[in-house]
């Protein structure tokens, strides 16, 4: 006997929940909405800061696609703002509020930061597990208070900050109200917190969707009036050689056999996607913000050997910054190894709306400083 129960998700995708777990659930649960309670009671402050605030977060644990959504809002606002992104710098070796530059270290801010640093050297990267403190730090510190914009980076439990617009995204395959809180399921509290959010936007969606597909997950989540609801998808640019920095298109290494390697969470829409670019895909995932070692790498160069010819390895930007170093003592593996850069498009030729309320946010309340 299993486990496990499996929930229907959508386009046949399976949620997996463990019902024996469902009393440590209640538990967990009661917790979290008492926790919230004294939160909207006032007995528990937040804290409101007179600047531009965007949180952008999700209540399950595992990928939402929270990094190429900030991405987008970076590219959105950075050409006419001073933005700035505050994230709690998830298994970094440092503590306390850290300011990266393109120079700092990986493990002293985190794997998602340093990848936004080095693609974006004029947006102010900071790290700090205590918001507020994070916060003060950016709008009041010399080398920044010239910010006007700050994303704050899975920060939608974080309850002590009172964000301007609160973004909850919510992946397609594994919808928040077909899942379970923790530890039966994957939600961080229930489902009902979605109505702290502004905007939700559900991603990770297959670009192919049909406008019953688009009606049947809007009526799933039932949104109130005042929220606004948005559906994205990845947008996949040219592939890098991580070698020899050769660039190419899906369309190009078509013929290639792949394997396909990555440490996000919930990476079964880009498997999807890559099964209809390639001659086959064999995946092999790891858990979100998985470091790799030598013993790692050999595995993969012994499955790449396995697959027929031609043949290559895929990964994403957020796992190549943690092969790279590694890849210098495996040369044989460097060369095979294609980068994939993931952005995000939003669906529905809604974009120029969902920008218009990015952007009329922000100039409403930098008028009102």
């Given amino acids: 006997m299993h486990d496990s129960d499996d929930i229907n998700a959508m386009e ?15 538990i967990y649960g009661m917790v979290t909405y008492v926790r919230n309670r004294l939160f909207d009671w006032g007995i528990l402050s937040s804290k409101h800061f007179d600047i531009p605030i965007i949180s952008v977060g999700n209540i399950t644990v595992g990928g939402t696609g929270k990094t190429p959504h900030i991405e987008y809002l970076i590219r959105l606002l950075a050409t006419n703002y001073k933005v700035a992104v505050l994230s709690r710098g998830y298994k970094r070796k440092s503590s ?46 010399p080398k920044t208070k010239d910010v006007e914009v700050i994303l704050l980076d899975d920060a939608f439990q974080h309850r002590y900050v009172s964000p301007g617009y609160n973004i909850l995204l919510t992946d397609y395959h594994r919808l928040i109200t077909k899942d379970m809180i923790l530890p039966a399921g994957r939600l961080r509290e229930s489902a009902d917190g979605k109505e702290r959010a502004n905007m939700v936007i559900v991603t990770k969606c297959p670009e192919n969707m049909s406008p019953m ?16 609801l948005f559906f994205s998808s990845f947008k996949y640019g040219r592939m890098v050689n991580l070698a020899t920095h050769e660039i190419r298109s899906r369309h190009e290494m078509s013929k290639n056999h792949v394997l396909l390697l990555t440490g996000i969470g919930c990476p079964r829409q880009m498997e999807m996607d890559m099964n209809s670019s390639f001659a086959s895909v064999e995946c092999m995932d790891f858990h979100d913000h998985h470091y790799y070692d030598k013993n790692d790498l050999q595995n993969a160069l012994n499955r790449l050997k396995a697959l027929p010819h ?3 390895i895929v990964t994403t930007e957020k796992d190549a910054t943690k092969l790279m170093d590694i890849c210098e003592l495996h040369e044989e593996i460097t060369k095979h190894i294609w980068v994939l850069p993931i952005r995000t498009k939003i669906l529905q030729e809604k974009e120029r709306l969902f920008n218009e309320k990015i952007t009329g946010y922000v100039q409403k309340n930098l008028r009102n400083r």
């Fill in 310 to 312: 031609p043949h290559i």
């Fill in 213 to 228: 597909q688009y009606r049947i997950v809007a009526e799933a989540l039932k949104l109130r009036p005042y929220q606004r």
């Fill in 12 to 26: 046949g995708e399976l949620i997996k929940t463990y019902k024996w777990l469902v009393p440590l659930s209640w």
């Fill in 96 to 141: 306390g509020y850290v300011l990266a530059t393109i120079d700092t270290p990986m493990e002293m801010i985190g794997d998602e930061p340093w990848q936004m640093a080095q693609k974006f050297p004029d947006v102010y990267i900071a790290v700090d597990a205590n918001r507020c403190r994070g916060i003060e730090h950016l709008i009041n510190d």
